[in-house]
């Protein structure tokens, strides 16, 4: 099995930044895309962004430029870099991966961390 490792979340100001990580572990497995995805009490999850393993970018359309997410081939991790922060992005982000697990197709998801903007 591919298992995430998620960090980064926490507490911040409106405007503030905050880095999310992620890392798969495992054997026989390769990454095709991994990204993160957020969902707040009540509502859908939502993509934020998502980056495929030859480097191309999917970002929600709420982002409008302030994420960036970033990705180590070599280590299986991805980052996203979140700046201006708004109490509207206030949410558990979950870290997603898609790939292959020996011959099979695989699609993880981590157990989330959860992001705070408030005053």
């Known amino acids: 099995q591919v298992q995430l490792a998620e960090s980064g979340g926490g507490f911040v100001h409106p405007g503030g930044s905050l880095r999310l990580s992620c890392a798969a572990s495992?054997?026989?497995?390769?990454?095709?895309?991994m990204g993160w995805h957020r969902q707040a009490p009540g509502k859908q999850r939502e993509l934020v962004a998502m980056i495929t393993r030859d480097g191309n970018t999917n970002y929600g359309d709420f982002v409008k430029g302030r994420f960036t997410i970033s990705r180590d081939n070599a280590k299986n991790t991805v980052s996203l870099q979140m700046n201006s922060l708004k109490p509207e992005d206030t949410a558990v982000y979950y870290c997603?991966?898609?790939?292959?697990?020996?011959?099979?197709?695989?699609?993880?998801w981590g157990q989330g961390t959860q992001v705070t903007v408030s005053p």
């Open positions: 495992g054997a026989l497995f390769t990454v095709d895309a």
């Open positions: 997603h991966a898609e790939g292959a697990l020996f011959v099979r197709s695989f699609d993880s």
